[in-house]
């Protein structure tokens, strides 16, 4: 049985960090690519990180360079996304999702977590 499980949101003040995990189960994260996904209220669902499965290549959302990183532990099969100098903005339901196949391609998402929620306020 395939599951995700996402977890270490919360509340940041701007400037501040998180780091979210995303525990997989059921499947390798040597076969699947995984993206990070956010959804702030009334906007679309955005794709904010991706890492192939083979773990050699990412991809970030232009307004998330240089402040997100994405990485994973094989070992867990756990995906985490590093978030630095978070600003008012980055406030949404972050998801992880397993791609279809190995890339890092916008759609083909066929597994999803239940969402973990970021909130960066002063």
């Known amino acids: 049985q395939v599951q995700l499980v996402e977890s270490g949101g919360g509340l940041v003040q701007p400037g501040g960090t998180l780091r979210l995990s995303c525990v997989a189960s059921g499947f390798t994260l040597d076969y699947h690519a995984i993206g990070w996904f956010r959804q702030a209220p009334g906007k679309g669902r955005e794709r904010v990180a991706c890492?192939?499965?083979?773990?050699?290549?990412?991809y970030f959302a232009d307004s998330v360079k240089g402040r997100f990183t994405i990485s994973r532990d094989t070992l867990k099969n756990t995906v985490y996304l590093q978030m630095n100098s978070l600003k008012p903005e980055d406030t949404a339901v972050y998801y992880c999702g397993r791609h279809a196949n190995s890339l890092c391609r916008l759609d083909n998402y066929d597994y999803w977590g239940q969402g973990t929620q970021v909130t960066v306020s002063s």
């Open positions: 890492i192939t499965s083979s773990g050699g290549i990412t």
